[in-house]
């Protein structure tokens, strides 16, 4: 079997979750291709061929000549296949202009034959949607968070065409399923859900010891949708409860210098630490020293983060948003609070100090099972192979 991974870029060192099942399809003998749209990228990545995307765009010269050189795979190397992709995306009511530039800017793909064409965000198949059929694969979508929960706010209907041709969905959580659902998806017995999973080997937990000083932690990009800010609210009436703390914030992101600001309104300077972005090693080191890790997201597909929190043994308090609610069992194995919400999240994080030791090891211990049964990365490796199948 040959399954071509339709990509924004390769794989960066902290993105497991394609690189993990890259190489789980290939421990089963399956070849796999990717494709990317970084036109910079290496041409090989964990022994999967990449086949990258042409630039048409930026310095004339070089557009000129690459449009050139589409032109020519157009003519000479793919006619038959750019043909019927052109005569279905007119079919598709595309306009001329823009099925004209879809044909030159896919013709990377059209040239492999393949068993499934597998795009790994929901947003990468558009003008996409008939490439598949074009080169006689299985077309499969993965959806994550932003592809379904906040793109098609500014781009209603805008998977309209995928949702007539697609083979096989797969989604994260079940939150994600029910979005697909109410942006009109039917055909239920198509989506698969495949959660995220960790390195169960790496994140291990060890004796938990108190700190003199409350440690709370947050592995997230600086990204409104993280809910960083309300996060920041909970903590001032934290701190006005007269409770002291110190939390790690852990990530990058352009809205660092509006969350500084906001932290110097509250009078939590001397409270909050940005770390940037660490290594897998020094993550690890960060979560051994906390006591409590919140993740108080408006928007959230799943999240390794909290997962690894918990292999931890960390209690985790984390907003009901999509896939956390899934990854948390309220009052089990964590916390969920509903978002937006700062006040409750106080009230939360105050109930959680409180709990006797017996009741937040019985957590942990629940915790650290479930991920261990549920989110390993061999689990997922196999449900990929069945997705395929």
């Not at 239920?188 to 959660?195: A, E, L, N, Q």
């Not at 409350?214 to 609210?233: N, V, Y």
């Not at 960060?286 to 997201?297: G, R």
């Not at 609610?325 to 409180?354: A, C």
Request: hydrophobic share 40%; glycine share 6%.
């Amino acid at each position: 079997m040959k399954i071509g991974l339709v990509l924004p870029s390769l794989p960066g060192y902290s993105e497991t979750f394609f690189r993990n099942k890259i190489l789980g399809l290939q421990q089963n003998g399956i070849e796999v291709i990717l494709f990317v749209n970084d036109h910079k990228a290496e041409g090989y990545f964990l022994n999967c061929r990449v086949i990258k995307a042409p630039k048409l765009g930026g310095n004339k010269m070089k557009v000129m000549v690459n449009t050139a050189l589409q032109l020519l795979k157009m003519v000479v190397i793919n006619p038959n296949k750019s043909w019927k992709y052109y005569l279905l995306n007119k079919k598709d009511k595309i306009d001329t202009a823009q099925n004209i530039k879809q044909v030159l800017a896919n013709q990377f793909v059209l040239s492999e034959k393949l068993d499934w064409l597998h795009f790994g965000f929901g947003t990468m198949v558009l003008g996409r949607e008939n490439i598949a059929q074009v080169i006689g694969a299985k077309m499969a979508v993965s959806f994550r968070g932003f592809d379904i929960g906040i793109y098609p706010l500014k781009h209603p209907n805008c998977y309209k065409e995928m949702f007539r041709k697609v083979d096989k969905i797969h989604v994260i959580s079940d939150d994600l399923a029910n979005l697909l659902y109410k942006q009109g998806f039917t055909q239920r017995d198509k989506i698969t859900k495949i959660t995220p999973a960790i390195d169960t080997h790496f994140f291990l937990s060890k004796a938990q010891k108190e700190n003199s000083i409350l440690q709370l932690t947050t592995i997230a990009r600086l990204h409104w949708k993280k809910g960083l800010e309300a996060t920041l609210e909970s903590l001032f009436l934290l701190k006005n409860k007269g409770i002291n703390f110190r939390y790690t914030i852990i990530g990058e992101g352009d809205e660092k210098e509006r969350l500084l600001f906001a932290i110097k309104q509250l009078g939590l300077t001397e409270m909050v630490i940005f770390t940037g972005k660490l290594s897998p090693e020094k993550v690890k080191e960060q979560l051994e020293a906390t006591d409590i890790y919140l993740q108080y997201s408006l928007q959230e597909g799943f999240c390794n983060a909290v997962l690894e929190a918990q292999a931890m043994g960390l209690l985790c308090v984390v907003s009901d948003a999509e896939g956390l609610s899934e990854n948390i069992l309220n009052g089990i194995t964590g916390f969920v609070v509903p978002k937006q919400q700062p006040k409750r999240l106080y009230e939360k994080l105050h109930e959680v100090i409180n709990l006797s030791q017996s009741q937040k090891e019985e957590i942990r211990q629940k915790a650290i099972s479930r991920v261990q049964q549920e989110f390993t990365i061999e689990k997922q490796q196999q449900e990929f192979l069945a997705f395929y199948e």
